[in-house]
């Protein structure tokens, strides 16, 4: 529930140690994971072969409260003057907006990363999942099919009772963001209609001038420490002083367009159009404080970890430019018919692309790297002992406590004890991913359209075709230290619409397809994201009873289509979601 005091998000962990081997197949489309079942070899377990309730336990309890309120206040004024063959649009606005986001993460410790306390939930808070059997369009052969699931706001409140503490989203905010953007604007637009050596014509020419100012302020609760809490485990802990940290920027934009079209010969119209245009930053890119802080993934005095992670917004980002244009025929062969075709080149600059920087923030300390893990590193070198991050985690807790390092498994010292920072251990470094306008790019394509009615039948058909194509892709055997900019969202798409309309009866049924497209540089670090190729059809019925009065119903994606995200190669399965279809029935009234 939105308004839940568990926040907006709650992730219950769970899980069991009855893994004596796994692998996985990447061969197919949907990964198949191999699990060699073994409860036997713990002593907490009940050694029955099965996955039940018995071996299942917890282990981290994250609770995230989000929420943005956004106000706008905007005043326009406009007026119009008309010739006989022409006429002259101007006027005047003011758009103020103030956006507000809160963002925080309560996290509490159950039965720690190692799931110390097997059997623990109560036997009907869980119920056995087929997780593969979930998934109908893909083959799931021979995969493990164990699993449970539960509700995690009822397990959660079990687990507050039990462990001690409040079952509610109260850490302070580690987001407290306000963006203020005021822009004001004067614009100008003419209109001609005329004929040019016989042939008509339309002219439309109009000039934008926009001014924006934009303020960015983040009154945070600082991060207090990277906590090892296992081999490779850490926990960011919040919840420090407040602190206050301030942006502003100030840019103009002088923003001209032009359309013009002339019908060469009858029924046949050649058109022109140039405009430049702006986008705006995102308001998480505006962004004056650093957020999203991570652990690295291992520690960090041995070789291969990476560091932890962070980004950064800009307030002094200004927005992305584009020069347009747009060049296309169009052929109306039928008073509703017509097919076209179309030329358009976009030149853009600005945009904003992340860049990544290794730093300190907020004086946060690395406990892996400092003289405890050095000297633990010597101790195991000296007993002959692989320096891994489990060993290492374990020499250090041992050290530090005084006890025998052979004295206690490796699990048991994760159960037991906590590495916090101190002064002597150095800063952390961060790699922190910073928005900054570093970039330019051009955008072109084709466009291919076509409808056509068959005469009064109320049939009719319409079909269109864009190829869209950039100067920047992704290098996928590209160095994957090294952070690349390419150009995201693009990809052809096409469309095949068979329609009826006709004495208030309006019926669609449309087939959608996008080709491949890279949706982001950056999935994790500096890892690609692809969606696939994708394909859907939609349906549209609607009947208008008056002019006032109409009902529809609607299916979305009605034959059940999935999509599929991936990285660098196909078999990187980054997301696959098996999608449903959806329908809708409405009604809908003009007053």
């Known amino acids: 529930a939105p308004d839940a005091g568990y926040g907006s998000w709650v992730n219950f962990g769970m899980g069991a140690n009855i893994a004596k081997g796994q692998g996985v197949d990447y061969t197919t489309k949907l990964p198949t994971m191999y699990v060699d079942f073994d409860d036997c070899a713990r002593t907490n377990l009940n050694c029955n072969n099965t996955l039940d309730a018995s071996d299942v336990g917890s282990s981290i309890l994250d609770m995230n409260y989000a929420s943005q309120r956004t106000d706008i206040t905007q005043v326009r004024l406009e007026a119009q003057y008309d010739f006989e063959d022409s006429s002259i649009n101007f006027g005047i606005e003011s758009r103020s907006m103030e956006s507000h986001s809160l963002q925080s993460l309560t996290r509490h410790t159950m039965g720690n990363w190692?799931?110390?306390?097997?059997?623990?939930?109560?036997?009907?808070?869980?119920?056995?999942?087929?997780?593969?059997?979930?998934?109908?369009?893909?083959?799931?052969?021979g995969a493990y099919s164990g699993g449970v699931t539960g509700s995690a706001s009822q397990i959660g409140a079990w687990a507050g009772d039990n462990y001690g503490f409040d079952f509610l989203a109260?850490?302070?905010?580690?987001?407290?963001?306000k963006i203020k953007e005021d822009v004001t604007a004067v614009f100008f637009q003419f209109e001609l209609a005329g004929e040019l050596g016989g042939m008509p014509y339309n002219l439309s020419a109009g000039l934008r001038y926009a001014s924006t100012d934009v303020d960015s302020t983040d009154n945070i609760a600082l991060p207090t420490a990277v906590v090892w809490e296992g081999n490779n485990d850490f926990n960011v802990k919040n919840g420090g002083a407040a602190q206050v940290f301030t942006g502003s920027s100030s840019y103009d934009h002088l923003l001209p367009s032009f359309d013009f079209d002339l019908e060469v010969v009858k029924d046949v119209k050649a058109r022109f159009s140039y405009s430049k245009t702006i986008a705006r930053p995102r308001y998480d890119q505006l962004s004056a404080a650093p957020g999203g802080v991570g652990g690295p993934s291992n520690p960090t005095i041995l070789a291969g970890a990476q560091l932890g992670t962070a980004s950064s917004g800009d307030p002094g980002l200004v927005p992305l430019e584009s020069d347009n244009v747009?060049?296309?025929?169009?052929?109306?062969f039928e008073d509703t018919s017509y097919v076209s075709i179309g030329f358009y080149d976009k030149r853009v600059s600005n945009f904003a692309g992340r860049q990544p920087v290794t730093e300190n923030v907020y004086g946060l300390r690395d406990a892996t790297a400092g003289p405890r893990a050095l000297a633990a590193q010597a101790a195991l070198e000296a007993l002959g002992l692989q320096v891994t991050d489990t060993n290492l985690f374990s020499m250090v807790a041992a050290m530090e406590n005084g006890v025998d390092f052979g004295s206690m498994t490796a699990e048991e010292f994760e159960q037991a004890y906590d590495i916090q920072p101190n002064a002597d251990d150095p800063l952390m470094d961060f790699t922190v991913s910073k928005y900054v306008n570093?970039?330019?790019?051009?955008?072109?394509?084709m466009e291919f359209a076509v409808q056509h009615f068959f005469g009064d039948s109320g049939f009719g058909v319409q079909a269109n075709y864009t190829t869209v194509n950039g100067d920047i892709g992704f290098d996928n055997n590209g160095d994957p230290t090294v952070t690349q900019f390419a150009l995201v969202g693009l990809s052809d798409t096409a469309n095949l619409v068979a329609m009826y309309e006709k004495d208030g009866f309006q019926a669609r049924i449309a087939y959608n397809w996008r080709d491949k497209f890279l949706n982001t540089q950056a999935q994790y670090i500096n890892e690609p994201g692809y969606t696939e190729s994708y394909s859907q059809i939609d349906f549209n019925v609607a009947y208008e009873v008056n002019e006032e009065f109409s009902v529809f119903f609607e299916g979305i994606n009605v034959t059940e289509e999935s999509s599929r995200t991936h990285g660098r190669t196909q078999a990187q399965l980054w997301r696959l979601e098996d999608l449903g279809a959806r329908y809708a029935i409405g009604a809908r009234y003009t007053f």
């Open 114 to 141: 190692g799931v110390e306390n097997p059997g623990e939930l109560p036997d009907d808070f869980l119920t056995p999942v087929n997780i593969p059997s979930l998934i109908d369009d893909y083959s799931s052969t």
């Open 170 to 177: 109260h850490d302070a905010y580690n987001t407290n963001r």
């Open 326 to 332: 747009d060049i296309s025929a169009e052929w109306y």
């Open 438 to 445: 570093n970039k330019e790019a051009n955008i072109y394509g």
